[in-house]
């Protein structure tokens, strides 16, 4: 055990050297590995970055995990060597679900990355205190004068997490993983590490596009969510180290209603001509959430927009809040921020904390700033716009998604032409066929 804590440690190490001296001509798997444990986590607030005291707060909630939780990962028996990575135990039933849809395999163990501190071993425990022993002062001294505070002890906890999932795969003898939320900053040396160890790693982004937090993949295989994702693979195939590609679906088709797969759906007269889908920035940033750029402005523009775009055309629009506005706790602020908008007789603000994608046929239009709902809205054949938010890799210049992206200056024309096409002379008009597999008639 202690060899296998002390190889995770020493490839750990050996891809923060290749990256920190640009050696990656030989490696390039292990020198982009390593350069993806220097981005920004989500995992913690981005004021931890600037925290002197960091270093003391991981380790300590370090031992604490270690010993006062002991989480049990195992949802039924073990037979067939297949597992699911995921951030937390609360999508598990989906999960399964979903990769038993497309892979057609039956998924026994789920892993929960938030909770494997909490797997208690009392061998493991004794080395990983030891090695906390060790680097403490090391890594306290690089926290202590490094511009982002966060990246040297989070460090140690990635290896501890590495080292603990590997003991459990090697216990339950898995030799195939499903692996969701790989945004995060050690998703690729984890993969390249269990590769190593001759499990096969499969990797499922999620609907979002892969230019936002996943230019950089290693694994066995990648599931795309949507087909954009393709386009995008053609893009960063020069940092995306895959044996093959998969086209499976979104992460939620299983919960999506079963009028989205009927032909006739489209012949509904929905509720609401445009529905806003929020993704609630502006409490994003209260939260102290990271890569937040200047969202908060441009759905706050957004806002403004069609607030006056209702009162002037007289249509009705719904506003779809995101699931953290709703939250109990963010209630009374939500509503406060909302307050204005709430006041035009056009607009309705939906408070229901129901899955967006059970409305689908409620809204004739779809737009946002940049919600996964809208990619799912499109899969299935809704109409669907962005608006204004476009960055140097996205949306990809003269794909046909780009198409579907308006402004300021021509909102008031693309909407009214928009709302007057049916569903196919909209997509057809926009050019994104090619992006929904259940378009309707």
């Known amino acids: 055990m202690i060899f296998r804590f002390g190889e995770i440690i020493f490839i750990f190490l050996r891809s923060i050297f290749l990256y920190k001296f640009n050696k990656k001509e030989k490696f390039p798997e292990l020198y982009y590995s390593g350069y993806c444990l220097f981005?920004?986590?989500?995992?913690?607030?981005?004021?931890?970055?600037?925290?002197?005291?960091?270093?003391?707060?991981?380790?300590?909630?370090?031992?604490?995990?270690?010993?006062f939780k002991n989480v049990q990962f195992l949802n039924f028996e073990i037979k067939n060597g297949v597992a699911i990575i995921d951030g937390s135990l609360n999508s598990s039933k989906m999960r399964t679900d979903y990769v038993r849809k497309f892979s057609g395999l039956k998924t026994e163990l789920v892993i929960s990355k938030d909770h494997l501190l909490n797997y208690y071993s009392f061998s493991s425990s004794v080395i990983i205190i030891l090695f906390l022993f060790l680097?403490?002062?090391?890594?306290?001294?690089?926290?202590?004068?490094?511009?982002?505070?966060?990246?040297?002890?989070?460090?140690?906890?990635?290896?501890?997490?590495?080292?603990?999932?590997?003991?459990?795969?090697?216990?339950?003898?898995?030799?195939?993983?499903?692996?969701?939320?790989?945004?995060?900053?050690?998703?690729?040396?984890?993969?390249?590490?269990?590769?190593?160890?001759?499990?096969?790693?499969?990797?499922?982004?999620?609907?979002?596009?892969?230019?936002?937090?996943?230019?950089?993949i290693i694994a066995n295989t990648l599931c795309v969510c949507f087909p954009y994702q393709l386009?995008?693979?053609?893009?960063?195939?020069?940092?995306?180290?895959?044996?093959?590609?998969?086209?499976?679906?979104?992460?939620?088709?299983?919960?999506?209603?079963?009028?989205?797969?009927?032909?006739?759906?489209?012949?509904?007269?929905?509720?609401?001509?445009?529905?806003?889908?929020?993704?609630g920035y502006w409490l994003r940033s209260k939260m102290g959430n990271v890569s937040l750029g200047d969202y908060f402005s441009l759905e706050t523009e957004?806002?403004?927009?069609?607030?006056?775009?209702?009162?002037?055309?007289?249509?009705?629009?719904?506003?779809?809040?995101?699931?953290?506005?709703?939250?109990?706790?963010?209630?009374?602020?939500?509503?406060?921020?909302?307050?204005?908008?709430?006041k035009n007789k056009n607009i309705h603000i939906s408070f229901d904390n129901i899955p967006s994608v059970l409305t689908l046929n409620d809204v004739d239009l779809g737009i946002s700033i940049k919600s996964t709902l809208m990619f799912e809205r499109i899969y299935y054949g809704y109409k669907t716009l962005f608006y204004c938010f476009k960055r140097k890799d996205f949306p990809i210049k003269k794909s046909s998604l780009e198409n579907i992206f308006i402004d300021k200056r021509s909102f008031n024309e693309t909407i009214s032409k928009s709302l007057s096409f049916k569903t196919s002379e909209f997509f057809d008009h926009f050019d994104i066929m090619n992006y929904s597999k259940y378009l309707g008639e």
């Open 39 to 67: 981005k920004d986590s989500f995992r913690y607030p981005s004021q931890s970055k600037s925290d002197f005291l960091i270093s003391f707060k991981i380790f300590k909630n370090i031992i604490f995990s270690l010993f």
């Open 135 to 216: 680097c403490f002062l090391p890594i306290f001294l690089l926290s202590f004068f490094s511009i982002n505070k966060l990246t040297y002890p989070l460090l140690v906890r990635e290896v501890i997490e590495c080292f603990i999932l590997n003991e459990i795969l090697l216990k339950y003898k898995i030799k195939e993983l499903f692996y969701f939320n790989i945004y995060e900053r050690d998703s690729n040396i984890i993969g390249f590490f269990l590769m190593s160890r001759k499990i096969h790693v499969t990797k499922i982004p999620s609907e979002v596009p892969i230019c936002f937090w996943n230019k950089i």
């Open 231 to 279: 386009d995008e693979y053609n893009l960063f195939k020069k940092t995306i180290f895959v044996d093959q590609i998969k086209n499976w679906g979104p992460e939620r088709i299983l919960n999506a209603p079963k009028y989205v797969f009927e032909k006739n759906k489209n012949n509904n007269k929905p509720k609401y001509k445009i529905g806003y889908y929020s993704s």
């Open 302 to 342: 957004l806002m403004k927009i069609l607030d006056e775009y209702a009162k002037i055309f007289n249509i009705q629009i719904i506003f779809y809040l995101h699931p953290k506005e709703l939250k109990e706790d963010n209630l009374a602020l939500t509503k406060n921020h909302y307050s204005q908008i709430d």
